[in-house]
């Protein structure tokens, strides 16, 4: 099978998956209190890896809690419970701890089944041999499986194949190395890939930008952006030149703006409330239950597969929701439950693809990027809003 084909079809779903007893997972519900989460850091404690991080906010880093770093002021700390989480509100990895190894791989590969000991393993082994090609036939004789049921294992415990997560990693850790100012060239070969040529172009495709200007932060990137108030919160829109490329809800304009900050660090940020003034009140009125007269344009880096999913959440009607299974029915990926919920997570332009229709499957709400309760609320508007025009 082509790696780009499955790289654009799968790196939304296993960059770090969500919790998978509850997709799309609040990134706030921690696994315990916030005071032993804290206690748990205050020693270093490596009994808990994998089941949180804590972000400081002060130097935008996440950690183990095991991390050796030395210990924050508690009133910068605040926790996750994934990697991904925390890197939706901004965060990068640490490069001491390297938070995502001990947690992206979801909480079924913490149990004590001899099968998720050996997926556990298995992702390890590929862990330590990003430099080589690892083939099926490879892992069947390390673990002393026949290549069909070891694949078969993995992708039940997982939702995708070894292949594609030895990809994921390799990703993963050339977005690491850029970010530590590392070149290039030392970026790729250090992350495991063997040449730069067809590298490149795939990296340019799946980072959004060239690797360079990744590494740099995306640097002469002009993003304007302006802030309105709404009936679940502060508001933020960001556009580019070519259309919008985030919206979102926080509880005041310094939040947005840090986490705008925070996801393009050296962009040329300016705010420019009148030139987005249109776009804002189309925004402000769809919130409020009217229906666009155009599409909005977005500015928006997407895998294959998470443009599939978001096309199709475009076609849930107002005041309906979906679950992540019919989703990933819907889209022709039937067992692709955990991938749609990492789409839906990381959707970054809200209301316009609207994610928070999708729901769980006993028709619990599930998790919302921007806070349950606004996914809450956004439902019974749209409800009440299809209701009152029927």
């Known amino acids: 099978m082509n790696t780009n084909a499955i790289l654009e079809s799968t790196q939304g779903a296993f960059e770090t998956m969500p919790k998978l007893s509850h997709p799309d997972n609040d990134p706030q519900a921690g696994n315990i209190g916030n005071e032993q989460q804290w206690q748990a850091v205050v020693a270093h404690d490596p009994r808990q890896d994998g089941r949180f991080v804590y972000a400081v906010a002060t130097t935008g880093v996440y950690c183990r809690h095991s991390c050796s770093s030395r210990r924050p002021r508690r009133e910068n700390v605040k926790f996750f419970d994934h990697p991904s989480a925390a890197e939706q509100a901004g965060f990068r990895a640490c490069l001491r701890c390297r938070p995502r190894a001990a947690d992206m791989h979801g909480n079924d590969l913490h149990g004590n089944d001899p099968r998720t000991k050996n997926v556990r393993a298995i992702c390890r082994y590929i862990e330590r041999h990003l430099d080589e090609p690892v083939s099926l036939r490879t892992l069947g004789e390390a673990f002393e499986m026949s290549p069909f049921h070891l694949q078969r294992t993995f992708k039940a415990a997982l939702g995708i194949t070894p292949k594609e997560y030895a990809d994921s990693c390799r990703m993963n850790q050339l977005k690491q190395n850029l970010q530590s100012g590392q ?9 495991g890939y063997s040449s730069s040529s067809r590298l490149y172009e795939r990296a340019s495709q799946h980072l959004g930008m060239t690797p ?150 006993d028709g619990g709400l599930g998790g919302y990027r921007w806070g349950i309760e606004r996914k809450k609320q956004l439902l019974e508007m749209e409800s009440k809003a299809q209701s009152a025009h029927a």
């Open 183 to 191: 070149s290039v060239t030392n970026a790729l070969y250090q992350a």
């Open 212 to 361: 360079d200007k990744y590494r740099r932060g995306a640097i002469g990137t002009a993003i304007r952006f302006t802030t309105a108030d709404s009936p679940i919160g502060r508001l933020l829109i960001a556009a580019t030149e070519q259309g919008i490329c985030a919206i979102r809800f926080g509880h005041s304009d310094s939040e947005l703006e840090q986490g705008l900050r925070r996801e393009y660090p050296f962009a040329a940020r300016k705010r420019q409330d009148e030139t987005l003034s249109s776009w804002k009140q189309q925004v402000l009125e769809h919130l409020r239950g009217q229906k666009l007269s155009a599409t909005l344009p977005l500015d928006i880096q997407a895998t294959v597969f998470q443009r599939k999913v978001w096309s199709y959440l475009q076609t849930i009607p107002r005041g309906s929701t979906k679950s992540y299974s019919q989703v990933a029915r819907a889209i022709g990926r039937p067992t692709a439950t955990r991938a749609v919920a990492r789409a839906c997570a990381t959707n970054s332009v809200a209301l316009e693809i609207p994610c928070h229709r999708v729901v769980r499957e």
